[in-house]
């Protein structure tokens, strides 16, 4: 089979990353426009027929249901992609694998969802099942193009930043499940009329919406003081660009997620405040990636053939010994460069 070059493979990581966020906006969309049951049986759109009806909510969902499917070709194809590139790494097999197995577990969600006439715990379970998806995709896509090999990774700040950044992560885990949880006994928790209004769950909004607004408020906090912080410290100003674009995310959230709660949850505000929800995710991942540097990964050029020629006689080289065995001992290093990661 034809062998895949670096430049291909990136390319398709990043249509990857495009339709997994797009396949995220598309279900909320669906929820948001009370189509959850435009078609009510799954993986056909009813009984005995594929296609929906020319009707709003069944072309809704059905339209959702077509996202899916493209998504999943364009992730089949980069999972095969990952076994055929040059030169070939198991991290990226391994993260196109995980995006294969995450969409078969979003469709049987899906199916899930459908035959439960959209229980409300399911359709959280399903939207937080998606975040994992968005991080996959974005690690895949920052590492298609980085050497990412033993030892070739910098850690750029001092390791307790880099545990706090992981803390970071698990308060949004939080903040995720309590407004996923909000939105569930919102009046926008999946019904339409004409159809079977979906069950939310037995919490008041208010009560709610007040824990994950504490949760959003402390994680507001806690990352407005890791960036300040990190400008204190002596790292690259690549770390810091990346938490002060981290900054501006959850102040744009917090900010449309109290509009859309005095306002009366208008569905469109919602579809923005869930776009946020993404870009946080997505800016937590960039986040944690720009702690280390790996360099970027060297273009192969020619045939595979006389690169492997070419590295045989460069490895047997006498002259070119010291320089592939690395730096005489007693070089001395930037002490941040000291610090490395493993792959």
Request: contains cysteine; charged residues 15%.
């Amino acid at each position: 089979m034809p062998a895949v070059s670096q430049r291909a493979f990136r390319r398709l990581s990043i249509a990857t990353t495009v339709g997994v966020t797009l396949m995220v906006l598309s279900g909320e969309a669906v929820r948001l426009t009370g189509s959850g049951l435009g078609c009510s049986d799954w993986p056909t759109c009813y009984h005995h027929r594929v296609l929906a009806q020319l009707s709003f909510h069944p072309l809704v969902e059905f339209g959702n249901r077509l996202l899916i499917v493209f998504v999943t070709v364009v992730i089949g194809v980069t999972f095969l992609a990952a076994l055929l590139r040059r030169p070939k790494r198991a991290d990226l097999v391994w993260l196109s694998a995980g995006l294969v197995a995450g969409t078969i577990l979003q469709a049987l969600l899906g199916a899930l969802v459908v035959y439960s006439k959209l229980n409300p715990y399911l359709v959280m379970l399903h939207f937080l099942a998606s975040m994992p998806l968005v991080v996959d995709a974005v690690v895949l896509l920052h590492r298609s193009n980085r050497d990412y090999s033993r030892r070739s990774g910098t850690l750029l700040v001092p390791t307790t930043v880099r545990h706090l950044v992981n803390l970071g992560i698990v308060l949004l885990g939080f903040v995720l499940i309590a407004g996923s949880a909000t939105t569930g006994t919102t009046p926008q928790a999946g019904g339409a009329p004409g159809q079977l209004v979906a069950k939310r769950i037995p919490v008041e909004l208010r009560s709610m919406a007040q824990l994950h607004a504490d949760f959003a408020l402390f994680l507001v906090g806690f990352t407005l003081a890791l960036v300040v912080a990190l400008h204190a410290l002596d790292v690259p100003e690549r770390v810091k660009k990346a938490g002060r674009v981290l900054v501006v995310v959850l102040a744009a959230q917090a900010v449309i997620g109290y509009t859309q709660y005095f306002t009366h949850l208008p569905p469109l505000l919602v579809e923005l405040h869930v776009v946020g929800a993404t870009s946080l995710v997505i800016g937590f991942v960039h986040f944690s990636l720009s702690l280390t540097h790996h360099p970027i990964e060297p273009v192969l050029q020619g045939s595979f053939e006389r690169d492997n020629v070419a590295a045989s006689r460069v490895a047997a080289s006498p002259a070119t010994a010291s320089s592939v065995e690395g730096p005489a001992d007693g070089a001395k290093l930037p002490e941040m460069a000291k610090t490395t990661i493993s792959s």
